[in-house]
């Protein structure tokens, strides 16, 4: 059996080891310490902003988002149907209800159809979007910049400021990825909108193997979200709290790993990139029927995920792909079943659910780590050749 060429793993070939060391060392292993704000001070440099809240998980900050956007109960909150359900979820948690909004061709919300939905299917009243069928108001939306790409943000800045909704971007796939021109040029997935989520999950570009970070430029909504996140203390040495809290901080050891990653971002993304360009020039010379997804034109992506897309369904499918990789010890995967049709959310209301399910049939996620050798590259293509 060949060795496994994995799907998406770390790269720990910096100062993890020592950085993490010295946090056990100076038995700082729990939610304070001093890599904690370290982190939280060297993401903000990165990323241009003041702040930073470091936190337990990517979905813990998207739930912590939604509370400090005013999600409460009955509110209605839209979401994109093709990303993972850790963006959704939160919404349940605070008794709201999402409502499911179609992909375009970056695998992002479709804003045309996101401004279609508030223009034909709303009211906007006394500065309240109210959905007409159920009356509620809509409150927020929850935009996903998937597999590193970027969602059109411009487009769907200006729709919430026309509708006055706070708008939440999941950059967890994204960090590191930003514009390149136009109105946000040089602004970084995740510093645009109201709030910017992270993730830190062990796929991630970046990991502390569990975790994630907050972003705003409202200083107050960030004071906010770390009270929130570290269980509401109004005096901590006499246990007095002013509010329901969270145990939603990241540990020292976690951020320890972080700030590790983070000196090796952009070499993560260099990698990554020309792996990309390995991976798509060589299947546009010799594989016909398939190609690699392209990003967005006017980005830097951070190169996450790579998309291969089947263009002739009559020549190859999703799982016969999955299969024969799989039997050349090769881990790809599909894209996530789309939100709006899972067991939860299959009450919930979608609008115009189209270019998804092509997506979804289309797709298979082949290796793309960031240690992933350019041998491997070429072991994936001969595989995917010889189907």
């Known amino acids: 059996m060949n060795d496994l060429i994995p799907l998406s793993v770390p790269n720990f070939k910096g100062n ?21 704000e370290r982190f939280e001070r ?18 813990a900050s998207i739930h912590l988002a ?56 709303c009211e906007f009243i006394e500065q309240k979007l109210i959905n007409k069928s159920t009356g509620r108001h809509i409150k927020a939306v929850v935009v996903v910049h998937v597999f590193g790409n970027m969602a059109d943000m411009p ?12 708008v ?10 930003y514009y390149t021109n136009g109105p946000y040029q040089g602004q970084y997935a995740g510093t645009i ?27 107050n909504i960030m004071k906010q979200a770390k009270y929130l996140s570290t269980q509401a203390k109004d005096d901590a040495a ?3 709290h002013g509010d329901v809290g969270y145990n939603y901080r990241m540990t020292n050891l976690q951020a320890a790993l972080g700030v590790a990653q983070l000196e090796q971002l952009e070499h993560f993304i260099t990698i990554k990139k020309e792996n990309y360009f390995l991976y798509k020039n060589e299947i546009n010379r010799g594989i ?72 979804y049939n289309r797709i298979v996620n082949i290796p793309c780590s960031s240690n992933l050798s350019t041998h491997d590259v070429l072991k994936v293509i001969e595989a995917i050749k010889a189907i």
Request: glycine share 6%.
């Open 238 to 240: 006499n246990f007095i």
């Open 16 to 36: 993890e080891l020592n950085y993490v060391t010295d946090a056990i060392e100076a038995e700082w292993v729990s939610t304070g310490g001093a890599y904690i």
């Open 193 to 219: 909108a109201d709030i910017g989520a992270y993730s830190f999950n062990g796929n991630k570009i970046i990991t502390t193997g569990g975790g994630g970070m907050l972003v705003s430029a409202d200083f």
């Open 42 to 59: 060297e993401i903000a440099h990165y990323l241009n902003v003041e702040t930073a809240v470091a936190c337990q998980s990517g979905t």
């Open 288 to 359: 016909q029927g398939l190609s690699l997804l392209d990003f967005r034109e006017n980005i830097r992506p951070n190169y996450w995920f790579y998309s291969l897309y089947i263009e002739d369904t009559d020549k190859y499918s999703r799982n016969q792909i999955i299969e024969r990789l799989r039997n050349e010890n090769i881990q790809t995967r599909p894209l996530w079943g789309l939100i709006h049709e899972q067991k939860p959310y299959l009450q919930a209301q979608s609008y115009k659910i189209e270019k998804a399910y092509q997506y």
């Open 155 to 166: 487009v769907v800045i200006d729709i919430a400021e026309h509708y006055n909704l706070k």
């Open 66 to 121: 939604l509370i400090l956007a005013g999600v409460k109960v009955d509110d209605e909150v839209i979401v994109p149907t093709l990303t993972f359900i850790a963006a959704v979820n939160p919404v349940k948690y605070l008794l709201a209800h999402p409502i499911f909004m179609d992909c375009d061709d970056s695998l992002c919300m479709d804003m045309n159809k996101l401004r279609e939905f508030c223009e034909n299917k």
């Open 168 to 177: 939440i971007e999941d950059a967890t796939e994204a960090l590191g990825s």
